[in-house]
């Protein structure tokens, strides 16, 4: 009886090796399922420590973080409070990117001015409320200092534009008033190479604002309608109204001095998928 049953051993080992080996499989899976499910979403205040100018007048910067994938990040104007400094106030700025989760709650952060296409790209890693970004590389084309970022639970995200907006402006009032921080702007390369005409043309789409084109482009399409953000994806942007709706999104590019934008057809799509297609120049767009 017992030669008869000595191969009960090996194979109780190897179901219990099975089963290990599956439930291990599990686990990863599990494991990695919930690190894609990892999002980021509202909006974080820098810490005040990290937020002092030269002077020492603190302006701290504010995250807004979409489910989406999506992120605005502004720094609002706000006057010296120093009486010695050479300076009344300090400009706003304003930049807009995408973020994505690395896993382990990690993430990569890459945004850019909203006047300017050059990118930072950091990573950040979320502990509870506080959200702490990294250093950027030192060959990093422009240097990102690392700080800690805390969730603001009773801002709503119309505080938020409100103040994105207003940074915008200001961001828009110091490039007009002392040029770039750094000369080699990408947008106005981009702007000149995308189109034939003249370097006037050239120089009017290079300072055009995407966000007030595209609402330009939004009230054509849907007269009585708010727009609620304006996101840049590529060499396309999308406009949309709080709902963020297929149906609700104008999609437009801006090649030199015209606009492009696309509307639904009445029935199938363009070969390409974008519906029909419209052409205005930015000046009769805006009324300039």
């Not at 599956?22 to 990695?32: F, I, R, V």
């Not at 040029?179 to 106005?188: F, H, L, M, W």
């Amino acid at each position: 009886m017992q030669i008869k049953h000595k191969w009960i051993i090996p194979l109780l080992l190897l179901v219990t090796i099975g089963l290990v080996g599956c439930s291990s499989k599990q686990g990863k899976e599990a494991t990695n399922a919930q690190q894609d499910k990892q999002v980021l979403t509202g909006v974080y205040k820098e810490d005040d420590k990290y937020s002092k100018n030269d002077d020492g007048t603190p302006q701290p910067s504010y995250w807004y973080f979409k489910k989406n994938g999506k992120l605005l990040r502004c720094t609002p104007q706000v006057n010296s409070t120093n009486q010695n400094s050479d300076t009344d106030f300090w400009y706003g700025d304003a930049d807009r990117g995408t973020w994505k989760s690395l896993g382990n709650n990690m993430f990569e952060l890459k945004l850019h001015d909203v006047y300017d296409n050059d990118y930072y790209t950091i990573k950040a890693k979320l502990n509870g409320n506080k959200l702490h970004t990294y250093a950027n590389s030192r060959n990093a084309k422009y240097e990102w200092d690392a700080d800690d970022n805390y969730k603001q639970p009773d801002m709503t995200y119309s505080d938020f534009m409100d103040m994105f907006n207003k940074a915008k402006d200001s961001d828009q009032k110091d490039i007009q008033e002392n040029g770039y921080a750094k000369p080699d702007n990408d947008s106005s390369s981009d702007s000149s190479n995308s189109s034939s005409s003249s370097s006037d043309s050239d120089s009017s789409s290079t300072s055009a604002d995407p966000d007030e084109i595209g609402k330009a482009v939004y009230a054509r399409v849907f007269p009585s309608e708010q727009v609620d953000s304006v996101e840049q994806d590529g060499d396309s942007y999308y406009v949309s109204n709080e709902y963020h709706s297929a149906d609700s999104t104008v999609e437009f590019q801006i090649n030199g001095d015209k606009v492009t934008y696309w509307t639904q057809a009445d029935g199938d799509a363009t070969a390409d998928g974008k519906n029909d297609a419209h052409t205005v120049s930015i000046k009769d767009l805006l009324g300039n």
